[in-house]
């Protein structure tokens, strides 16, 4: 390794409990989760410069290779089910109306002096927003390091990007429900998003999808009173489009006429479900063979012979049902998980950045319609994973 990565970490003290607990973040802040560490990763504007560049163009060319699936028909080779390609054509023949909010490109080298490669694009409901926009600048400020500063513009950018969709519909009312599941750490990564919204000039709140009204005539509600509605012209789901497709196919129909009918704006667009899947990281491997941002990926693990490759589902998170095989074809190391029922695809292996206790790194970069903002997660051994501790960052 060209660049021991032990060199860059500036171990400082970390706030206490009772201090994360105040600021709101006590849930990444619990002990036995062992998630926040008292490291931040040095990183130089140059290297910035070049995740910032790599994402730019990787987004340019997920644009080109979705406008490849639509006018190639190729939904199934993507995983994406009948009942989600009427709201995917109309949101991307109408994306001028329907801009992509924003997700986060998942990154490898850089910072060992490699090559930067994606390894995968959350394009729809990417988290890690409070650590990025939020912990690690509090970090930042605990740790003191004269002249530092962080590449941390999620806010600012998210903001923006609502002020710019608010313009698009004039004649809208500008209030936007925003919902998840009911995990606290979606609610978390949600009150990033209604607060950028406000920022943005939206009246919001927030609700559990289950309190959400769905209709067909009239839009999206939630209900107020006892004969009360509250009616919303935007939407936001912290819910993957895949699960309601696969999961909630009722719910689909109904979402597919609302947006068809203009009855409300759905964040993020529909087409980002081509985005989503891995399936498509295939697709842009056959447009643009060996581009040096790119990874192999294939359907088949034949394609691998006498290298090593990862297998991964296409619509898995977290990095549930991921495995890892070595150049002899045997396993390395494996996940379970929830995902298992989707069909896989199979990448080339890359070593993540790894330090002097092989501890790897992974970059994440959020994207709007520019990079925002960066941090990273590290993991011992191969697969980054919810067990993974989250590192910030610092720029000298």
């Known amino acids: 390794m060209a660049d021991n990565l032990n060199n860059r970490l500036y171990e400082f003290k970390a706030p206490s409990y009772k201090y994360w607990k105040k600021q709101g973040m006590a849930?990444?802040?619990?002990e036995e989760m062992e998630y926040l560490t008292n490291e931040l990763l040095c990183i130089s504007e140059i290297e910035i410069k070049k995740y910032a560049d790599a994402c730019l163009e990787l987004y340019g060319m997920y644009e080109r290779a979705a406008q490849h699936?639509?006018?190639?028909?190729l939904w199934e080779e993507l995983g994406i089910p009948e009942n989600a390609i009427e709201i995917i054509r109309y949101s991307w023949a109408n994306k001028d109306l329907y801009p992509h909010l924003y997700g986060r490109f998942d990154l490898a080298g850089i910072i060992d002096e490699r090559p930067v490669k994606l390894i995968e694009f959350n394009a729809d409901t990417a988290t890690v927003m409070p650590e990025t926009a939020l912990i690690q600048y509090e970090q930042l400020k605990a740790a003191k390091i004269k002249g530092s500063s962080q590449y941390s513009q999620l806010y600012d950018t998210l903001g923006k990007r609502f002020f710019e969709i608010k313009k698009l519909y004039p004649n809208k009312d500008h209030t936007i429900l925003l919902s998840d599941l009911g995990h606290e750490e979606d609610r978390l990564n949600l009150d990033v998003l209604t607060?950028?919204?406000?920022?943005?000039?939206?009246?919001t709140q927030q609700s559990l999808l289950e309190e959400v009204v769905f209709?067909?005539?009239d839009g999206i509600f939630i209900q107020t009173g006892q004969d009360d509605y509250t009616?919303?012209?935007?939407?936001?789901?912290l819910v993957p489009w895949?699960?309601?497709a696969y999961e909630e196919p009722g719910l689909m129909d109904i979402l597919t006429q609302i947006v068809t009918k203009d009855l409300a704006v759905i964040l993020n667009p529909a087409y980002t479900m081509i985005f989503q899947s891995k399936a498509i990281m295939k697709i842009l491997w056959d447009l643009y063979p060996n581009h040096h941002l790119l990874l192999k990926t294939t359907f088949s693990p034949n394609d691998f012979k006498y290298e090593p490759y990862v297998q991964k589902v296409i619509f898995g998170r977290e990095g549930e049902n991921i495995k890892v095989f070595g150049a002899d074809a045997q396993q390395l190391e494996a996940n379970d998980g929830d995902f298992g029922n989707y069909p896989s695809v199979y990448q080339s292996f890359i070593e993540l950045p790894a330090d002097a206790d092989g501890d790897i790194y992974q970059a994440g970069i959020y994207f709007t319609t520019?990079?925002?903002?960066?941090?990273?997660?590290?993991?011992?051994?191969?697969?980054?994973d919810e067990d993974s501790e989250f590192i910030g960052h610092y720029v000298l």
């Not at 699936?69 to 028909?73: A, G, L, Q, R």
């Open 195 to 203: 607060k950028a919204a406000g920022y943005g000039g939206f009246q």
């Open 215 to 217: 209709s067909p005539e």
């Open 370 to 384: 520019k990079a925002a903002s960066l941090s990273f997660r590290r993991r011992d051994g191969l697969i980054i």
């Open 242 to 244: 895949e699960f309601i």
């Open 69 to 73: 699936v639509i006018d190639n028909n």
């Open 231 to 237: 009616r919303f012209d935007f939407w936001f789901k």
């Open 27 to 30: 849930y990444y802040a619990d």
